[in-house]
């Protein structure tokens, strides 16, 4: 490996910017498919520079780095392990692209092993019990697949109370699947320029109804394979509306079942029909019986609406 630029003094538009030469750790469970917050698609869009990388603070990711020497003094007096900070960014020499910012490294017995810190929501504290999250691993096997580290210690809070040490190995067929996966999105589609499909994340669905939010009224002729895609859009609004009927006749045998009961309990689980109570404005009045009052708060929500005939 070798070193891009020192992090130390960087902006943070500066250190985003750096990130757009490369494949990041936090990237590969986005190529991977398996992260709820961002789609393939839009990594793409910003490491070709179409759009601004989207690393807005907010006060999940501002509380994780305020907590980060926390959980980094935590980790040093339970373990007595000695976390020593890079603030650097490395570049793999094999794979140019796999680049790395590590949270620390850890000399054990003259080998380096990396550190990264971590903090979550209380939700999470099931999926911590078990293990690692899978978008975590791929994470830390990229850094070892960047540094050739063999061990990753990873120290994780956990809803602000429980405190996790974990210690992933280094899984060498699982980096050789990354380095292959990074390295088609790379080669392809971002030196390639070739866009990727577009997948069903809410990531992918808020970016184009975000970057497309008006027509502009003309009609263009579509490329022959989207016929195909028409195709398969109206099967599955086919299966959704047979499988939402076949929802609703299961919903209505449970009803039938609990009648004025408000709960049931079918082995090992509960089935609750609760009596919900709404508050709400009756529109319909308020334009009748005070007209000027209801025309002052009207507001108007624009979006466009996809149909297939």
């Not at 020192?6 to 992260?35: C, F, M, P």
């Not at 603070?57 to 926390?70: D, I, R, S």
């Not at 980096?175 to 996966?181: L, P, R, S, T, V």
């Amino acid at each position: 490996m070798k070193v891009v630029v020192k992090t130390a003094r960087l902006t943070r538009e500066e250190w985003l910017g750096y990130r757009t030469r490369g494949i990041g750790g936090s990237d590969v469970s986005v190529i991977a498919g398996i992260n709820p917050f961002k789609s393939a698609h839009q990594l793409w869009l910003e490491k070709t520079g179409q759009v601004k990388p989207d690393e807005s603070k907010n006060e999940y990711t501002h509380f994780g780095t305020l907590l980060e020497p926390v959980v980094r003094k935590e980790f040093m007096e339970r373990t007595g392990k000695k976390v020593r900070q890079k603030h650097m960014l490395l570049q793999s020499e094999e794979y140019p692209f796999m680049l790395a910012d590590l949270d620390g490294v850890i000399n054990e017995d003259g080998e380096m092993c990396i550190f990264e810190a971590k903090t979550a929501p209380a939700y999470k504290q099931e999926v911590w019990e078990e293990g690692v999250p899978a978008p975590y691993i791929l994470q830390v096997q990229h850094y070892m697949a960047v540094t050739g580290a063999r061990r990753t210690y990873i120290a994780a809070l956990v809803g602000g109370n429980h405190f996790y040490c974990r210690t992933v190995e280094r899984d060498e067929d699982l980096i050789g699947k990354i380095i292959a996966m990074e390295k088609y999105f790379w080669e392809t589609h971002v030196l390639g320029g070739v866009e990727p499909v577009p997948d069903g994340s809410a990531a992918t669905t808020e970016y184009f109804n975000a970057r497309f939010r008006e027509s502009n009224g003309k009609t263009i002729v579509l490329p022959e394979e989207a016929i195909s895609t028409c195709e398969e859009y109206e099967r599955l609004s086919q299966r959704m509306k047979e499988l939402e009927t076949a929802r609703n006749a299961a919903a209505n045998q449970l009803k039938g079942y609990l009648k004025e009961a408000e709960t049931g309990i079918a082995g090992n689980r509960k089935v609750v029909w609760k009596s919900i109570c709404k508050t709400s404005v009756d529109t319909k009045r308020l334009k009748t019986e005070q007209p000027e009052i209801y025309a002052d708060y009207l507001t108007q929500i624009s979006y466009r609406r996809l149909s297939v005939a």
